[in-house]
């Protein structure tokens, strides 16, 4: 094994969120895959929407990198083996460049990686370049690679926006204000990339955007060194898992699927909506996504809530996650529906509001060890049962998720990283 591979990489940030990290990280995936450019992207921070999208830009998995939940020995094995198969890999940031506990920027000054400073010139000319200059010299240390600029309305003003930069700072190219290139969002981010019909019609005319108004360049070899991978004991051999997965069942981090069948699992997919049955299994996992976008046809699913009572009364492990729970309440109600009953396995109900009632980094010492996840919702719950632990936020904010348990039931807001403590989270689906 080479000790060190060079991959010419990118860390595409902002100044804030919705400035077009996506757009542009999406645009330049799919253009240089178009060229028949290998391209692997990472997605920096705890996200389930972006990296859907960009995984049908570029036609591979995206894997989170970030330094607290995942750990850094995680993010550079990630990135290490990315650079054995890649002609490019490309990381989309999160929030603003320097924002949270372990930013974007610390991801790049830690790896090398070179900054993509996208930002949305839409509303500004000159004063682009004061924002693109003080981005490039906050931090000592900190490569910036180059300055983009998003929703442009021509070429006059691209112009006005280039020619506002200081010499040292590289011109990108810009993306122009056009619909036809916007990514639709709701209430979590984006609308989840297997509910855009149109979405490769949309990612291939950011990529001819991108070919006309910026280029495609490949930005400077980065040197990434090598670490050993994670080993994963076999704790779930020859065991069979059931996994919901469809529009209401959607955010799976592709880390935590590789730590289930490395350890030996045997993974069955099913379809609340479609009228899946629960497969026969050992364990079940309810990850997190939109029922409330779907309330009556989950709520019309009796002999799935009853499978799954029959399933935790017969001792077998079920995890559920933030949208997973809130399946599994009494009632699910949003501010423009009324209370539709769900699984009844938790006493309680919630409602979906368009008041953020979840955020942040989360840290959760249960009896099978201490995991890492984040919290990321608009739900607000009453749950009339006591919860068995409360999770920690690792940056001091207000969001210290409950996390309920019910024979091996295990339940909570908190979207766990598995990787973060292999052999803990292996134990949520052990007897």
């Known amino acids: 094994m080479n000790a060190v591979r060079q991959v010419p990489a990118l860390l595409v940030s902002a100044p804030a969120s919705g400035q077009g990290k996506t757009s542009f990280t999406a645009a330049l995936a799919r253009a240089h895959a178009r060229r028949g450019r290998r391209v692997r992207v990472f997605k920096t921070g705890p996200d389930f929407l972006d990296p859907m999208v960009l995984e049908r830009a570029s036609g591979a998995p995206v894997y989170q990198l970030d330094l607290w939940m ?9 990135l290490y083996a990315a650079a054995s198969e890649a002609d490019l890999i490309l990381v989309e940031g999160v929030m603003g460049l320097f924002d949270g506990g372990t930013s ?8 090398g990686l070179p900054v993509l400073a996208v930002i949305d010139g839409s509303a500004m000319a000159q004063t682009f370049g004061a924002v693109a200059t003080g981005l490039a010299r906050y931090r000592e240390g900190l ?5 983009a600029a998003n929703r442009i309305g021509g070429a006059y003003h691209a112009k006005l926006l280039a020619g506002s930069l200081p010499p040292e700072l590289h011109w990108f190219g810009a993306l122009p204000r056009d619909p036809a290139l916007a990514l639709p969002e709701r209430h979590l ?18 990529a001819d955007a991108m070919e006309l108004h910026a280029g495609l360049d490949l930005p400077p070899p980065v040197a990434f060194s090598a670490v050993e991978a994670m080993q994963v004991p076999r704790l779930l051999e020859g065991r069979r898992i059931a996994i919901a997965r469809d529009d209401a069942f959607c955010f799976l981090y592709p880390a935590n699927l590789d730590v289930l069948r490395q350890a030996g699992a045997e993974l069955c997919w099913f379809s609340p909506l479609a009228g899946d049955a629960l497969p026969g299994c050992d364990a ?8 409330e976008l779907h309330l009556a046809r989950l709520a019309e699913r009796k002999d799935l809530h009853a499978a799954l009572r029959a399933h935790v009364d017969a001792g077998k492990p079920l995890l559920a996650e933030c949208g997973g729970m809130l399946s599994l309440l009494d009632a699910l109600a949003t501010r423009e529906s009324d209370a539709h009953t769900m699984a009844g396995l938790l006493p309680g109900w919630a409602v979906v509001r368009e008041r953020l009632a979840g955020l942040g980094m989360q840290s959760v010492e249960l009896p099978e060890g201490t995991l890492r996840g984040h919290t990321f919702h608009y739900a607000h719950a009453e749950i009339t049962q006591p919860p068995l632990v409360h999770a920690s936020n690792p940056d001091g904010g ?3 998720e409950a996390v309920y348990r019910r024979a091996r039931l295990t339940a909570s807001f908190v979207h766990l990283y598995f990787p973060s403590a292999t052999e803990a989270a292996l134990r949520l689906f052990l007897p």
């Open 70 to 78: 995942c750990g850094e020995a995680d993010v550079r094995a990630r």
């Open 104 to 111: 974007s920027a610390d991801l790049s000054q830690r790896f």
């Open 143 to 147: 490569q910036v690679h180059g300055v």
């Open 189 to 206: 981010g984006l609308v989840a990339a297997g509910e855009l019909a149109d979405l490769d019609a949309r990612l291939d005319a950011l």
């Open 284 to 291: 079940a996992w309810l990850p997190g996504g939109y029922p």
């Open 398 to 400: 207000p969001a210290k």
